[in-house]
């Protein structure tokens, strides 16, 4: 299966079998949570991947894959768009709360460009 085992803080849902009617109804205790909900949604059983849909309280805020034992960056859009057309029947599904700083250490992950670039000529070393 997956050697790559990613950061598990609070597991509020653990390797579910997909359904449309569980997806609904993790969404709705993110969006509803009290206090609002930062974790990430993981999906796996799309190809050998792992899909990731991060949250910062309540709202949706990156996406990002594991593909062949490499972190990949992409849209929320593409996220959508490839759960859409998965087949259900092999999909699995976990939700995990965790901290906004834990959090950020999985974006920093599955970054694939710096946010911020500079020319070399502007640093200072010393």
Do not use: W
Request: glycine share 6%; charged share 20%; net charge neutral.
């Amino acid at each position: 299966m997956f050697s790559y085992q990613f950061p598990r803080q609070k597991v509020l849902c653990d390797e579910k079998p997909f359904s449309r009617e569980l997806l609904r109804s993790l969404l709705e205790m993110v969006y509803t949570g009290s206090p609002p909900f930062t974790g990430y949604l993981k999906v796996a059983g799309i190809g050998s991947d792992l899909h990731f849909l991060f949250f910062l309280k309540g709202s949706p805020y990156a996406a990002g894959r594991y593909q062949k034992n490499k972190p990949v960056g992409y849209s929320i859009q593409d996220f959508g768009r490839i759960l859409a057309s998965a087949d259900d029947k092999a999909i699995s599904i976990t939700l995990c709360q965790t901290d906004p700083i834990l959090l950020k250490c999985m974006l920093l992950f599955l970054q694939t460009e710096p946010d911020i670039k500079a020319p070399t000529s502007l640093l200072d070393i010393e």
